[in-house]
């Protein structure tokens, strides 16, 4: 109980900012004297910091209560089929250190390596504060392999990647614990907790990365589903199966890939679809006939969302520009009037808010809500 409430004030912390006491025993439901014996030890901890008291109002001076953002760290690696990426996150959520390795497609015996020589790289340049690390949250597709043809790579490189336990190589990299997540997942929990999730209880999230995927949140948690694959929309079919083909499904139309090709067969730089490149010159004609037909394909996407789960909104967000993010998503707004809503509730779709960073930054944030949010069920399920 006493970590629990320990957990639960600096979780009103982190929601709120920075608090007096008076405050926190009234948003936490705790005594004062209680409230008084956690801050006491949890400032000792070096968690929270005394901030300058507050003059001016009725009554003694106040003295509010902030996250120490030395307090604690954690380090999220994303793991792509385009790049990996490596954010130190202090306990404020804020990112301290950011790496990036782009590659055409990571090649196991080749990024492993990086992926040990990185980290151990990062923890060197913290310095003392190197152990105040409490943990490494991995975020990688669960089929880093699959869709090989479709990516025009041989059956060796899938079946490379289909045997790696990326959670237990990076586990033996470091001393301190390791959690997984699906990279869509991941993202949805950075938009969850530093995004959109403060405002919206429920919601289908939707990452348009070099393979479009999702993840989904219901009533503030994240759903993981059985085999910890919710929102797996890239498998979504985009038309009725009538036996005389196999349907398309939506990652052939609303993911980078398909962008990136395009521009290869006019003879442009593939990896402008990440980018401003995308909007402007000769890529712009391009991006646009993609724009329209990856809105088609999202639009259905939410329509069959909120037909099964009666959403508050569906959130997208991508690896590509914020003026690229916002023109899909006008183009799937008016996709979506043409469809009948008679019988449910329409969706609204709005801008997801941490882009290109959001799988690395929700890998991170696991192991920080592992340790010090009250709710260890919230995210996902501690890996055993």
């Not at 004609?285 to 569906?314: E, R, Y």
């Not at 009948?340 to 920080?368: C, F, Q």
């Amino acid at each position: 109980m006493r970590q629990f409430n320990e957990r639960v004030v600096l979780q009103a912390i982190r929601l709120n900012g920075s608090l007096p006491k008076a405050d926190l025993a009234r948003l936490t439901g705790l005594t004062a004297q209680t409230i008084g014996l956690i801050t006491t030890r949890l400032e000792d901890d070096g968690l929270l910091i005394r901030q300058d008291r507050v003059r001016g109002r009725i009554g003694q001076p106040s003295v509010p209560m902030a996250l120490n953002p030395d307090g604690a760290f954690s380090l999220g690696i994303k793991i792509g089929r385009r790049s990996a990426d490596w954010l130190l996150v202090d306990f404020t959520g804020a990112v301290r250190v950011r790496e990036s390795l782009p590659y055409d497609f990571p090649d196991a015996a080749a990024l492993i390596p990086q992926v040990q020589l990185r980290m151990r790289a990062i923890q060197d340049g913290m310095g003392a504060l190197a152990q105040r690390l409490v943990g490494v949250g991995v975020a990688a597709p669960f089929n880093l392999g699959g869709w090989h043809k479709m990516l025009g790579l041989p059956q060796s490189v899938s079946d490379q990647w289909n045997q790696v336990d990326l959670l237990a190589q990076v586990q033996a990299m470091t001393d301190v614990p390791v959690s997984f997540a699906k990279d869509t997942q991941a993202a949805c929990v950075a938009e969850l907790v530093a995004g959109r999730g403060r405002d919206v209880k429920s919601f289908l999230y939707l990452f348009v990365d070099t393979f479009v995927g999702g993840g989904l949140v219901l009533n503030s948690h994240l759903h993981a589903g059985i085999h910890g694959n919710a929102g797996a929309v890239a498998s979504l079919p985009l038309q009725v199966a009538s036996g005389a083909g196999v349907p398309e499904q939506l990652l052939a139309h609303a993911s980078l890939w398909e962008l990136e090709q395009h521009f290869k067969g006019a003879g442009l730089e593939p990896t402008a679809a990440y980018d401003d490149r995308a909007l402007g010159g000769a890529y712009a004609a391009l991006t646009g006939a993609w724009i329209a037909s990856a809105a088609q394909g999202l639009a259905q996407c939410v329509v069959s969302g909120t037909a099964f789960l009666d959403l508050d909104a569906v959130v997208i967000d991508g690896s590509f520009s914020r003026t690229m993010l916002l023109r899909l998503i006008d183009e799937t707004t008016r996709a979506l009037n043409n469809y009948n809503w008679e019988g449910m509730w329409p969706a609204t779709v709005i801008a997801g808010s941490i882009g290109s960073d959001a799988r690395a930054l929700g890998g991170a944030l696991l192991p920080l809500h592992e340790n010090f949010a009250p709710d260890r069920d919230l995210f996902l399920k501690v890996t055993a």
